[in-house]
């Protein structure tokens, strides 16, 4: 007989009643040798079954133990207990799996609230917790939802390489990528190893963003966006950094500054509307959690909102646009200054820490931020230069609890500027020439973001360290599966 999925049987489940199905899944918890907890992660709720114990043999009940395989025949009755509308009244039961029950007191399968870094140490029974089920089906809808998006919208979805030639982007330390013998790699005259000898005839790196290619793309096919893996090599051990990330980035020709902020608010909006619409149980499941992670903290650092509410919040209100000057007269003039408690100076040019984005977002408006504007010293070269001469069409946005979600600008479409541009940063500008093909056949203006899709994650799960909302996360000293 084919099998149902769990999640099907819960939302159809009239039509099922009295029917004879059969479910295959995980066993969860088995009570008083009758009720078994099948979840087959489909969703969030498990199913019950109810066993007539004194029908089946004591050894094949034996074999029913936390985390074993099962396939379960019977009827689906309407329950008698509290606690779930049906139930499963079981006529055929198959060992698919067994789980040893010594092996399983060394897990997290054993029926208590393990901590998140001890979870993330159980590479595979990580997934069978009731946490990571909910934060994994949400990844799912939050990567369907931004294909969805951009496919409404006309984009086309770009692959860019993950190995690239480029290194001149400066957007971060990167990897190298090389197939010379390590311990013996050819020499050049300066004692140097000659890349001419590898795989590609030069030093490759594993990309740090895809937004110069999309950018080529942009100015023939009008709107395209990337979704891929993203390689940043700092050693940077926080809880928003990985060494391996996905990330997002829209470009779009005759964008301006102006369209790019509208394109990015719309985009974080409906990911926040689409999950909310499809995931209540994971999410509900998820504020819950948060809540009780939120007592546990100083009341200085908790959210004042539930999840559900910081998602409704987003979604229902304009986010605050300001220029990073305007910014910084607000950090000059805050009680915080005033009373020295930023570690980090603050003076118009510096790089913002985040400290000074957690106040803007957290304390000064209470809401998602875009600024703008920021000085064209600390930004990337191809941001279009304003008409001051001294900042760019550049935009990050910042997230409450998050920091950076989003960097962004509008790019230096006039050849003239992006090349003189080039040698202020002492970037190799013969090595682009690909690049600046774009700004030489019909230039246009055009504009772009990168949105880190684990920061995004973080955000609608609630979840506040990005290892907990990547399957397998790579950081320093970190690769063990
Ligand atoms: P940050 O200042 O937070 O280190 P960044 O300015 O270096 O980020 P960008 O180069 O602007 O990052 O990348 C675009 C987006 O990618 C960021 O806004 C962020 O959401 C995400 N991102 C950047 N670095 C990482 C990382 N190491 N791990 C996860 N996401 C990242
Ligand atoms: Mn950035």
Request: aromatic share 12%; charged share 25%; proline share 4%.
């Given at each position: 007989m084919k099998r149902i999925r769990i999640s099907e049987i819960l939302a159809g489940h009239e039509a099922l009643l009295g029917q004879e199905i059969t479910v295959k899944g995980w066993v969860r918890a088995f009570r008083s040798n009758r009720f078994v907890q099948l979840?087959?992660?489909?969703?969030?709720a498990n199913l019950q079954a109810v066993i007539d114990?004194?029908?089946?043999?004591e050894v094949l009940l034996k074999?029913?133990?936390?985390a074993a395989a099962l396939s379960l025949r019977g009827k689906l009755v309407a329950s008698?207990?509290?606690?779930?509308?049906v139930e499963l009244q079981v006529t055929g039961i198959e060992i698919l799996g067994d789980a040893h029950p010594d092996d399983v007191q060394k897990t997290?399968?054993?029926p208590k609230r393990h901590s998140l870094e001890f979870l993330r140490e159980q590479a595979h029974l990580r997934f069978r917790t009731n946490t990571f089920g909910a934060v994994f089906r949400i990844r799912h809808a939050v990567a369907f939802a931004i294909h969805q998006f951009f496919n409404e919208r006309g984009f086309y979805y770009l692959h860019t390489p993950?190995?690239?030639?480029?290194?001149?982007?400066?957007a971060g330390e990167m990897f190298r990528v090389t197939t010379l013998d390590a311990k013996n790699p050819p020499l050049n005259d300066e004692g140097k190893v000659d890349f001419k000898d590898d795989f590609f005839g030069k030093a490759v790196n594993l990309t740090v963003s895809g937004q110069l290619e999309a950018e080529l793309a942009a100015t023939a096919l009008g709107q395209v966006y990337t979704f891929g893996p993203t390689f940043r090599a700092e050693n940077s051990n926080t809880?928003?950094?990985?060494?391996e990330f996905w990330m997002i980035e829209p470009e779009v020709a005759f964008n301006d500054l102006q369209d790019n902020m509208d394109l990015t608010e719309a985009f974080l909006k409906y990911i926040c509307a689409y999950v909310l619409e499809h995931c209540g149980a994971d999410i509900q499941f998820l504020q819950d959690r948060d809540a009780q992670e939120q007592a546990q903290k100083p009341a200085n650092e908790r959210?004042?909102?539930?999840l559900i509410d910081r998602l409704k919040f987003v979604i229902e209100n304009p986010f605050k646009r300001l220029t990073y000057t305007e910014a910084i007269e607000i950090l000059l003039n805050s009680n915080h200054y005033k009373k020295k408690k930023f570690k980090y100076p603050v003076e118009w040019g510096i790089d913002l820490q985040s400290e000074h984005e957690r106040y803007l977002v957290e304390?000064?408006?209470n809401c998602p931020v875009i600024l703008t504007d920021?000085?064209?010293?600390?930004?990337?070269?191809y941001m279009r230069l304003n008409e001051d001469g001294k900042t760019v069409a550049a935009m990050d946005v910042l997230f409450p609890?998050?920091?950076?979600?989003v960097g962004g600008s509008q790019r230096e479409e006039r050849y003239e500027i992006l090349v003189q541009k080039c040698e202020e940063f002492g970037i190799p500008a013969e090595e682009l020439w690909w690049y600046f093909d774009t700004r030489k056949f019909g230039t246009v203006p055009h504009a772009g973001f990168g949105l880190g899709f684990e920061r995004m994650v973080m955000f609608v799960t609630g979840?506040?360290?990005?290892?907990?909302?990547?399957?397998f996360p790579r950081t320093p000293l970190n690769a063990e599966f």
């Amino acid at each position: 007989m084919k099998r149902i999925r769990i999640s099907e049987i819960l939302a159809g489940h009239e039509a099922l009643l009295g029917q004879e199905i059969t479910v295959k899944g995980w066993v969860r918890a088995f009570r008083s040798n009758r009720f078994v907890q099948l979840n087959d992660g489909s969703c969030m709720a498990n199913l019950q079954a109810v066993i007539d114990f004194e029908q089946w043999d004591e050894v094949l009940l034996k074999r029913i133990t936390t985390a074993a395989a099962l396939s379960l025949r019977g009827k689906l009755v309407a329950s008698q207990g509290a606690g779930q509308v049906v139930e499963l009244q079981v006529t055929g039961i198959e060992i698919l799996g067994d789980a040893h029950p010594d092996d399983v007191q060394k897990t997290v399968m054993q029926p208590k609230r393990h901590s998140l870094e001890f979870l993330r140490e159980q590479a595979h029974l990580r997934f069978r917790t009731n946490t990571f089920g909910a934060v994994f089906r949400i990844r799912h809808a939050v990567a369907f939802a931004i294909h969805q998006f951009f496919n409404e919208r006309g984009f086309y979805y770009l692959h860019t390489p993950i190995i690239t030639g480029s290194d001149a982007e400066g957007a971060g330390e990167m990897f190298r990528v090389t197939t010379l013998d390590a311990k013996n790699p050819p020499l050049n005259d300066e004692g140097k190893v000659d890349f001419k000898d590898d795989f590609f005839g030069k030093a490759v790196n594993l990309t740090v963003s895809g937004q110069l290619e999309a950018e080529l793309a942009a100015t023939a096919l009008g709107q395209v966006y990337t979704f891929g893996p993203t390689f940043r090599a700092e050693n940077s051990n926080t809880s928003r950094h990985l060494a391996e990330f996905w990330m997002i980035e829209p470009e779009v020709a005759f964008n301006d500054l102006q369209d790019n902020m509208d394109l990015t608010e719309a985009f974080l909006k409906y990911i926040c509307a689409y999950v909310l619409e499809h995931c209540g149980a994971d999410i509900q499941f998820l504020q819950d959690r948060d809540a009780q992670e939120q007592a546990q903290k100083p009341a200085n650092e908790r959210h004042e909102m539930g999840l559900i509410d910081r998602l409704k919040f987003v979604i229902e209100n304009p986010f605050k646009r300001l220029t990073y000057t305007e910014a910084i007269e607000i950090l000059l003039n805050s009680n915080h200054y005033k009373k020295k408690k930023f570690k980090y100076p603050v003076e118009w040019g510096i790089d913002l820490q985040s400290e000074h984005e957690r106040y803007l977002v957290e304390k000064e408006f209470n809401c998602p931020v875009i600024l703008t504007d920021y000085p064209a010293k600390i930004k990337a070269f191809y941001m279009r230069l304003n008409e001051d001469g001294k900042t760019v069409a550049a935009m990050d946005v910042l997230f409450p609890g998050i920091g950076e979600i989003v960097g962004g600008s509008q790019r230096e479409e006039r050849y003239e500027i992006l090349v003189q541009k080039c040698e202020e940063f002492g970037i190799p500008a013969e090595e682009l020439w690909w690049y600046f093909d774009t700004r030489k056949f019909g230039t246009v203006p055009h504009a772009g973001f990168g949105l880190g899709f684990e920061r995004m994650v973080m955000f609608v799960t609630g979840m506040s360290n990005i290892r907990d909302v990547i399957p397998f996360p790579r950081t320093p000293l970190n690769a063990e599966f």
